[in-house]
């Protein structure tokens, strides 16, 4: 079973969700489903999907041994097929879209291979399987970013604006954004401390995105995108300084 939870900040969300659930925090996976800032007439909040996919250990852990494995094995099943699916493309367009990846992968002169990650309304995500994915993800992830631009740009070419493809390999976006939003508390704590502004390296719009929102309720620090482009710079800044 998957559960939502809201909250005005991405931690206050989390912490409902481990109260309502009875659960630590490291007992369940988060996904981020929609972010609000706060402004003059809305108030901000975070939306979060919690996928328990610790939650059917721990309610059979009194069970005898046996038992146990056979049921965690089948929720295992049940969880997997809810969050990501059928691994194979189902569409002719998720065939074309596997098959552009693979190809374009091929011709850099490496070799991977392409599954379904989730389908969701307008949103697709692809995952790569591949012995050089440190070099397709590249530094900071741009690698990654550049190869999903291009495979949106033939997504469109194929009349399919409406939907985003995202990319990824080696959960490297979870993983980025776990850094981000580390890095976003760690530069707040530095901003209130100092009473200064501290600007960002340059990110592409969803790693800025993970910033604004994890800063978005602490009262007294502010965030802005900076520059032009496809990478801009996040500054953090003291409230008050403007």
Known sequence: M??????????????????ELGLQK?????EILETQRSGFFKKGYVKIQVHPNRLERSAEADE????????????????????????????????????FMEK???KMGYSGKVKILFREPHKIGLKINSENSSILIGKKGKNLDAL?????SYAGRRGR?????ILDSENYRIRREESLVR???????????????????????????????????????ETKSEGEGLYKQVRVFYRGMR
Request: hydrophobic share 35%; net charge negative; glycine share 2%.
């Open 183 to 221: 890095l976003a508390y760690t530069v707040a704590d530095r901003v209130r401390e100092n009473r200064a502004s501290i600007l960002l390296e340059p990110m592409n719009p969803f790693d800025r995105r993970i910033v604004h929102t994890t800063l978005n309720d602490i009262a007294d620090v």
């Open 64 to 99: 005898d041994e046996e038992d146990s494995k056979a049921r965690a094995a089948h929720g295992k099943r049940q969880i997997n097929q809810s969050m990501f699916g059928d691994p194979e493309p189902k569409t002719e367009f998720e065939k074309q879209i596997i098959e």
């Open 104 to 106: 374009l992968i091929e």
């Open 161 to 165: 604006e409406d939907i985003r493809v």
């Open 26 to 30: 490291d007992d369940f996976d988060v």
């Open 148 to 152: 999903q631009l291009l495979v949106n």
């Open 2 to 19: 998957i559960y939502e939870f809201e909250g005005r900040t991405e931690k206050e969300a989390i912490d409902r969700a481990a109260e």
